[in-house]
C-alpha cells in the first residue's frame, strides 16, 4: 500500500473510531437510563454490562454497514477529504449536543456531514444515492420514532391491564429484575446498529482508495476495532443524557423503564434486520414518552421534548452545512 494512501486511511481509520467512542458514551444513556433513574442497577455496574453487551451487539451482523459503504453516496465521484470532512463535522455537533445534554441522533449527524460535504465536494447533487437515502435513511429514521412512542405506549397499556390485580410493591420488586434484561438487551440492540455505523464509513473509505471492491463485505479488523472503540465510548458513560432521558422527561418506575426498553429495542432490532440505520437516541427517547403518555399526557414533560424534537429537526440541516464548511475548506488547501 502506497504511503500515501495508508496515511490517509490511518486519519479516517482513527476519526471513525473516534466518532464510535463518542456515540459510545453520547447514546449511552439510550440503553441505561431508565435502569439508572428506577435504581434497577448502579450506575457503574449498568455502565460496566452495557458496554459489554454494545461489544456483543457490534458481530451481529454488516447490514447496515453495507447500506452506509453502498448505498448513499457514488464512492467514484468522492475522495477521502469528503469522508474526513463528515466525520470532523458528526464528532462536533455530538460534542456541542453532548455539552449541553441534549439527546440528539448520532446517526442524523453522521449522515448530514456526508451528504452535505460529498454535494459541497462536488459542486453537484448527484454524487448523492436519493433512492438509497430515502429508502435506507430517510424512511426509517422518521418512522422509526413514531413506532417506538406507539409501542411503548402499547406495551405499558397491556402491563397495567396484565398486572392490575398486582400490588405496586410486587411489580416493582419483580420488573428491577426484568428490566435488567431488557436494558442488556436494548444495550445489544444499540452496538448491533450503532457501530455498524462506523464500520460502514472505512469500509466505504477502503473502496474509494481501491484496496476493497465495491460491495465487499466488512473485514474483521474493521468489526473488531470498532466493536471496542463503541464499548470504551460506553464505559465512560454519557451523564448529562442520562439525566435528560432517564430523570428529567418523566419519572419512572421499573415496570415502565422496562416497557420503553422493550419497546425500543423490537424496533431498533428490526430495522438492522432491514439494513436499515436508525437512531437509537430517538427511538428510545420516543419510547418513554409513549410509555408516560399511557398513564397520563401531563406525566410527560412536554417542554424538554419540544427542545429534544428541535435539536432533531436542526440535526440534519446543521451538519449538512457543517460537512460543507470542512470539505470547503479543505479544497482551499489540498
Known amino acids: 500500500m502506497p504511503n500515501g494512501i495508508s496515511f490517509v486511511l490511518i486519519a479516517v481509520v482513527l476519526l471513525a473510531l473516534t466518532f464510535d467512542f463518542i456515540n459510545g458514551f453520547h447514546d449511552t444513556a439510550n440503553a441505561i437510563a431508565t435502569t439508572i433513574s428506577t435504581r434497577a442497577l448502579t450506575p457503574r455496574v449498568a455502565i460496566i454490562l452495557s458496554a459489554l453487551f454494545n461489544f ?3 458481530f451481529a451482523n454488516q447490514k447496515v454497514a ?4 453502498d448505498k448513499l453516496v457514488d464512492n467514484k465521484l468522492i475522495t477521502i477529504s469528503v469522508l474526513v470532512a463528515a466525520l470532523i463535522s458528526a464528532i462536533a455537533w455530538n460534542l456541542i449536543t453532548w455539552y449541553i445534554g441534549i439527546p440528539s441522533s448520532s446517526s442524523h449527524a453522521l449522515f448530514g456531514s456526508i451528504i452535505g460535504a460529498s454535494i459541497a465536494y462536488t459542486a453537484g447533487f448527484n454524487v448523492i444515492k436519493w433512492s438509497g437515502v430515502f429508502k435506507n435513511v430517510i424512511f426509517p429514521l422518521l418512522t422509526s420514532p413514531i413506532i417506538g412512542f406507539f409501542l411503548g405506549f402499547l406495551i405499558m397499556k397491556l402491563l397495567y391491564a396484565l398486572l392490575k390485580p398486582l400490588s405496586q410493591r410486587t411489580v416493582n420488586k419483580w420488573f428491577s429484575k426484568l428490566q435488567i434484561i431488557s436494558a442488556l438487551l436494548m444495550s445489544y440492540a444499540h452496538g448491533s446498529n450503532d457501530a455498524q455505523k462506523s464500520m460502514g464509513i472505512i469500509t466505504l473509505a477502503l473502496i474509494i482508495l481501491k484496496v476493497l471492491p465495491a460491495g465487499s463485505g466488512v473485514p474483521l479488523w474493521v468489526i473488531i476495532a470498532c466493536a471496542m472503540a463503541m464499548a470504551v465510548g460506553t464505559s465512560v458513560g454519557g451523564w448529562r443524557i442520562i439525566k435528560t432521558v432517564g430523570m428529567n422527561m418523566i419519572k419512572l418506575q421499573p415496570i ?10 423490537a424496533v431498533i432490532l428490526a430495522s438492522t434486520h432491514f439494513s436499515a440505520p436508525v437512531s437509537t437516541t430517538h427511538i428510545i427517547t420516543t419510547a418513554v414518552m409513549g410509555v408516560g403518555a399511557s398513564k397520563r399526557m401531563s ?7 419540544k427542545n429534544i424534537a428541535w ?5 440534519i440541516p446543521t451538519t449538512v452545512i457543517l460537512g460543507a464548511i470542512v470539505v470547503s475548506i479543505f479544497k482551499l488547501f489540498i
Open 56 to 58: 456483543i451487539g457490534a
Open 66 to 69: 453495507g447500506t452506509i459503504a
Open 256 to 265: 415502565q423503564g422496562f416497557a420503553a426498553q422493550t419497546g425500543a429495542t
Open 299 to 305: 406525566a410527560v414533560r412536554w417542554g424538554l421534548a
Open 311 to 315: 435539536a432533531w429537526l436542526l440535526t
